[in-house]
């Protein structure tokens, strides 16, 4: 509990916290103190002096963001001291200041614009020429055209260096001729750099994809859900002429804070796409057409039907996207269940189902996101924390800051921008027995005996007990607040459930909870919405050739686990219906029926984040063309097709239905929200397995075989963000190489830079039985000291390397 | 390098240009030949309370001879006595005030007074290391501390056991690099810290948080060297030097427009005009015109001011200007005041860090308007805008400098306005041109006499 004081601001008497400062006092309190370099979520810099105050028995004013409080302070804001300072102070910041704002991008939503009407003079009283800063490109996000207009507040060299964790930004130069300035040469590739935009008071970092496109009071500002990660970022969405040309966040502290990643602030360019559908298309002789909304349906329903019946029932197979919203991915399951089939799912990058019918419940992330930062100690496993979800590694850097300790055991050793306590990278086969190592060097150095669950005590050869493995099973000793998680890496593992057990048990070891960072919107909505399959899963419904399949927002040639197998399946199919806003080049091939469906931007819908908290959202826009919700392309499939219960008024109908089938803890018009939908919380969340759970067994690689490691590149993870074309100039967006130790380049007698063919099985591997046929494809072989020897980084989800199989398989490497 | 004049010297009492033999004065031996080392021996030996040695210090009225005339025993009683982390002792020489040069000299001529300074100075605040920041244009006055610190370290003044005692003061020598503004104590811990020199803000102050968050004490080289001093002579006997709140002598660094520019150590408190004349006087015996008496950053003071000044931080603060850190400019009748000004301001605007915007923005509009006054093109209203300008930085900037370039134009206004209005409405300069060439040509033969 902490004490106040009592402070009298202007002769009204507030209470503060002791400690707080003045600005933030205040602002408590409801009083505004002009302010530029101020950031409530940086370090004060008090170098912009706009936030001057007056406290008696001070001899000068005193900037109000770096005074703390004292019982019986006395401010005055409205001074002659203070309205002094404030009109010298804006005189100053104005000298060399453009006084150009009708052509400024920044203008009408400016800070020192706006403080200027309010605070400064209305004269200028100079005669000198005006700086002049040399415009500077850091790359395809943010623009630093006009950084004559910066005002050197350094909030963006904060930003960087204290939330994106690296120096990408600082200031050269002395005195008047200082400026901000990345490194020479050097782009800013931080996956948070979008935010510079925000924390700029003035126009001098700007949208490079938004400015000079509209203005601010052109614009319509609706709230939003992001569809990107796990978090459910809370976006404002502008909207012009039906379109959504800029997102901005919406403050949660409970999710977001007040930050964006920038898959979530640029990919709106993916949603006015030209690859945005506006009319259904059915396979006519062969080749697509366009056709009227009814003759599609009605096309489709038949089609269903009758192949259903030729065929039987399980010859239907529903994949949705884990992106897609609750709502819709109930719709789709229902349907399918509805037809007669169990083929169902929603975790189309998943390799490894064998915890399924095991869960005690819906795995999340086994703790709130603002718990995260509170942590004394956490583990993450098989994650490229930046790149998979740039808040999630955001609170990991918050406690880390907070002197928690942050350890990782991962794929590789990517720079998390994260102060780690420690770090092993491993072999995707290896991670299993990794985890263990650090299991058992916890459970021996707290004088437990081994644990020797059957869980444990499996075919793989144990990892070597090394310093690293010890340091992290020491980072957890004594901590009292701890948790493990685990990141697509793990999940999409061949050995996830086994990955999972043995996390459980260290997790359980160590007082530690154990949690899911999820990698996609509605990870946990799709447990919610009911789409586990009963019959085959994600990947079996592809390795075992269906008839008949339903796609709802998946494009499988990126967004399953063996893109090659995936597509193969799809071209041989009778029938393949596709409810999707794009209409991407493969889907061209294999697609009979295309319905133009609307991206989260244009229909209502919800997202379970992986803290497991409801999410509901309107349409920012009207669909484009003659797109339609997805949810009323599936109720008018569902009456179509003569089944009941698809009679919904509208999405949140369904949604009622759903979370009261599931417990739905719900609360009306709570949080920040509220106004849009209702906040609530699902139950039923639990990460433990039951005591029958055998996981599925590893398949050892051969000896010497090179193990392919995967990651999904942050800006093709879904199909809306790799349509952004911002986005797709980015260094992350570069095209993927085969990474590889240089050990392991040298044994294969390879140099860096040369261009390597891949080879790998396509058909399905392991469990299943491979089914011989081989993907190719020709990329860079790179050296790359953050791999683990004998492993070749490929990354997924990329049309170059949609030839191959499994993310996580074996592969071949030979120079082309 | 010598002294060239001291009145009952105190610092550099045996090392003044009439002294036998300078050049080995410096040494080890030498300065212990002049009872150097006493004050710590005694420190040492009869386990004197750090307390007691601030207290004494406090008595001595020294004051900080850096520029801002703290006194030196308040500020160390200011570091937390109960801090059980690491504390730190810092001296600063980064001299970089136009004018002053008494630090350099010091440490080329009594480098062993400084560093028995600090290690009395660590002792009273409970610090274990010192740093010694030196400014980077004076490499021969580092390569000599350097050496002195060898020998006081080979003869156990400094080190982890200290004359055998067990006290433990070790001392690391750090160099700038030229800027102005690591001078200031704030600056210079972020410096000392790897990071770019600007300053905090304040509070705290660095003996709450300072060299990487740890209290911290910072005092001038002038000031570290006092102490041994102040120590052995006994506070009042220093006090006594002085005059009372202005104990003992003061390095002046005499420059400009004088016969034997250099440095002198006299009495705090000695009329202007004695040293003045100890400095052999205004060149050319020409007429004295105006004295900046405390380095750039203080008021100028006009000539009539000056010659009823007793040199000392109280009477050069009543009279509107500081004795700052004894960087005595003289200025005689051949200078154009406009033309000085544009020197200090364009001085400022070049050193001003850049962080906060009154000083960035304001020193660098200052100084474009002087020099357009300067250029001949001038406007109506330029002055009634100089000292808004300068009103409007001063006490609003982060640290000093702000604060220094608005005195400097507030000093140089307010006594020489008409010279500014001249130039404004005429365009040209005040004092006739001829004038102003035999100032040149007085410039031209001191550079010849002093080369070489």
New interface residues.
């Given amino acids: 509990m902490t004490n106040t004081v009592s402070i009298e601001i202007d002769g009204k008497k507030i209470l503060a916290k002791e400690g707080a400062t003045l600005i933030d006092a205040a602002r408590d309190a409801g009083i505004s103190i002009p302010h530029f370099c101020y950031h409530k979520k940086l370090s004060?810099?008090?170098?912009?002096?706009?936030c001057?105050v007056e406290v008696e028995k001070m001899?000068?004013?005193v900037?109000a963001c770096?005074t703390r409080v004292a019982d019986g302070m006395k401010v005055f804001l409205h001074s002659e001291l203070v309205l002094?300072?404030q009109k010298?102070?804006l005189?100053?910041?104005l000298?060399?200041h453009p006084l150009d704002c009708p052509v400024c991008d920044q203008g009408g939503e400016c800070r020192l614009q706006d403080l200027s009407m309010r605070y400064g003079g209305t004269r200028s009283?100079?005669?000198?020429a005006k700086r002049v800063v040399s415009p500077k490109d850091i790359g395809p996000l943010v623009s630093m055209r006009e950084m004559s207009r910066c005002?050197?507040c350094?909030r963006c060299v904060r930003f960087c260096r204290e939330i994106a964790g690296l120096a990408e930004l600082?200031?050269v130069?002395?005195?008047?001729?200082?400026e901000i300035a990345a490194f020479a040469g050097r782009s800013v590739d931080s996956e948070l750099s979008g935010n510079l935009i925000d924390v700029c008071p003035v126009g001098a970092l700007t949208s490079k994809p938004f400015r000079f496109r509209a203005r601010a009071w052109e614009l319509c500002r609706r709230p939003s859900i992001s569809p990107h990660d796990s978090f459910g970022t809370n976006v404002a969405l502008d909207v012009k002429d039906e379109r959504v040309v800029r997102v901005l966040p919406r403050e949660n502290e409970e999710i977001n804070e007040c930050w964006l990643s920038d898959r979530d602030r640029f990919s709106y360019e993916g949603l006015n796409s030209p690859d945005r559908l506006k009319k259904p298309l059915i396979r006519i002789d062969g080749a697509l057409r366009e056709v009227e909304w009814n003759s599609a349906l009605d096309y489709a329903a038949h089609a269903l039907k009758s192949l259903v019946e030729a065929h039987g029932a399980d010859a239907l197979a529903s994949l949705a996207s884990p992106s897609a919203t609750l709502e819709e991915i109930h719709l789709l399951q229902k349907l399918t269940r509805a037809l007669g089939s169990g083929n169902v799912d929603f975790r189309p990058r998943r390799r490894d189902f064998s915890t399924d019918g095991h869960r005690s419940g819906i795995p999340w992330l086994g703790m709130r996101i603002a718990e995260i930062a509170e942590l004394d100690a956490a583990l993450v496993v098989g994650s490229f924390p930046r790149k998979d979800n740039p808040l999630f590694a955001l609170r990991l850097r918050q406690l880390a800051k907070k002197a928690g300790r942050v350890s990782m055991l991962s794929l590789a050793d990517d720079d998390p921008r994260i102060d780690l306590a420690a770090r092993v990278a491993v072999r995707p086969s290896e991670l299993p027995a990794a985890l263990e190592a650090i299991l058992r060097a916890f459970a021996r150095s707290h004088g437990e005996k081994e644990p020797g669950s059957r869980v444990l005590s499996d075919t793989t050869a144990p990892y070597a007990e090394t310093d690293a493995i010890r340091a992290i099973a020491e980072s957890f000793a004594g901590a009292k607040k701890s948790a493990i998680f685990l990141g697509a890496g793990a999940e999409h593992s061949p050995t996830a459930g086994r990955i999972h057990a043995i996390a459980g048990a260290f997790a359980r070891a160590s007082g530690a909870r154990l949690g899911f960072i999820g990698d996609a919107a509605n990870g946990v909505g799709g447990y919610v919405a009911g789409a586990l399959p009963t019959g085959l899963n994600a990947y079996e419904m592809f390795a075992q050739p269906r008839k008949v399949y339903l796609l709802h927002g998946v494009e499988p040639e990126l967004d399953c686990h063996n893109p090659a197998q995936s597509l193969f399946a799809l071209r041989h199919a009778d029938l393949v219906v596709a409810v999707t806003p794009f209409v991407g080049e493969t889907t061209l091939e294999y697609a009979d029926v295309v319905l133009p469906a609307a991206p989260f931007s244009e229909t209502s819908g919800s997202f379970v984040n992986t803290e497991g908290r409801v999410q509901s959202f309107e349409g920012a826009c009207r669909p484009l063309g003659e797109s339609r919700p997805a949810w009323k392309i599936f109720c008018a499939l569902g009456r179509l097709l003569g089944l009941p219960g698809f009679d919904y008024a509208s999405s949140a109908a369904v949604r009622d239905e759903i979370l009261v089938s599931t417990a739905f803890e719900g609360r009306e018009g709570v949080g920040e929200i509220g106004r849009v939908g209702r906040v609530g919380w699902v139950e039923g969340l639990d990460n433990a397995l039951d005591e029958a759970f055998a996981p599925r067994e590893a398949h050892p690689a051969a000896a010497g075989a090179l193990e392919r490691v995967s990651d999904v590149p942050i800006h093709f993870s879904d199909a809306i963000v790799r349509r952004a074309a911002a986005l797709r100039e980015t260094k992350d967006a570069a095209a993927p190489e085969a990474r590889m130790h240089p050990t392991t380049l040298e044994d294969l007698k390879i140099s860096d830079g040369e261009r390597v063919r891949i080879r790998q099985a396509s058909g399905s591997s392991g469990a299943f039985g491979a089914s011989g046929a081989s993907g190719e494809t020709t990329l860079t072989a790179r050296s790359d000291t953050s791999l683990p020897e004998g492993c070749v980084r490929v990354a997924a989800a990329h049309p170059s390397t949609a030839a191959l199989g499994d993310m996580f398989g074996t592969l071949t490497v030979e120079r082309a | 390098m010598a002294i060239l004049g001291a009145i009952d010297p105190i610092l550099t009492k045996g090392l003044d240009a009439d002294a036998s033999d300078v050049s080995d004065a410096w040494r080890c031996r030498a300065y212990v030949d002049r009872g150097g080392y006493a004050a710590l021996r005694k420190i040492v030996s009869e386990k004197i309370p750090p307390a007691r040695v601030i207290a004494e210090v406090k008595k001595s009225a020294l004051r900080g001879r850096g520029g801002a005339g703290f006194p030196t025993g308040l500020k160390w009683s200011f570091m937390p006595s109960d801090y059980d982390g690491d504390k730190y002792l810092i001296c600063n020489s980064d001299e970089g005030e136009p004018g002053s040069f008494k630090d350099r000299d010091l440490l080329l001529l009594n480098p062993h007074a400084v560093i028995e300074g600090m290690v009395i100075g660590a002792y009273a605040i409970g610090a274990k290391r010192a740093y010694h920041y030196i400014h980077g244009e004076i490499p021969e006055a580092c390569a000599r501390f350097l050496e002195a610190l060898d020998e006081a370290r080979a003869a156990g003044f400094v080190g982890s056991d200290i004359l055998g005692s067990g006290l433990c003061v070790e001392i690391a020598v750090h160099r700038g690099r030229g800027a102005y503004v690591c001078g200031e104590e704030t600056a210079m811990l972020e410096s000392l810290e790897g990071k770019r020199g600007q300053p905090r803000n304040k509070p705290p102050f660095p003996a709450a948080s300072g060299f990487y968050g740890a209290p911290t004490t910072i005092n001038n080289t002038e000031t570290f060297a006092a102490v041994p001093f102040v120590l052995s002579m006994g506070a009042d006997a220093y006090l006594a030097a002085g005059k009372p709140g202005n104990g003992g002598t003061k390095l002046f660094s005499v420059s400009g427009h004088i016969e034997r520019p250099g440095n002198y150590e006299v009495p705090l408190g000695t009329p202007f005009g004695t040293l003045l004349e100890l400095a052999g006087g205004v060149r050319a015996a020409r007429a004295l015109k105006a004295c900046i008496p405390g380095g750039t950053s203080a008021a100028v003071l006009p000539a009539e001011v000056m010659m009823n000044l007793a040199m000392d931080y109280d009477s050069i603060s009543r009279a509107g200007s500081m004795l700052g850190s004894g960087a005595v400019i003289v200025l005689d009748e051949t200078t154009c005041m406009v033309g000085a000004l544009e020197a200090i301001t364009c001085f400022y605007q070049r050193e001003s860090c850049g962080q906060c915007s009154p000083c960035r923005e304001g020193t660098r509009w200052m100084h474009r308007i002087v020099r357009r006054i300067e250029n001949g093109e001038g406007r109506p209203g330029d002055l009634e805008t100089l000292e808004d300008i300068a009103r409007n930085i001063s006490g609003r900037s982060i640290c000093a400098l702000g604060d220094a370039a608005s005195a400097a134009v507030q000093g140089f206004l307010k006594h020489f306005r008409g010279e500014f209005a001249h130039h404004v409405e005429r365009g040209e300069c005040l004092v006739p041109r001829e004038v102003q060439r035999e100032g040149c040509r007085l410039r031209e033969i001191s550079k010849e006499a002093s080369t070489p």
């Fill in positions: 004060v810099a008090a170098n912009c002096r706009m001057l001899p000068k004013p900037p770096a002094g300072a010298a102070i005189e100053f910041l000298i060399n009283r100079t005669r000198e005002i050197h350094t600082g200031v130069g002395r005195g008047g001729d200082s």
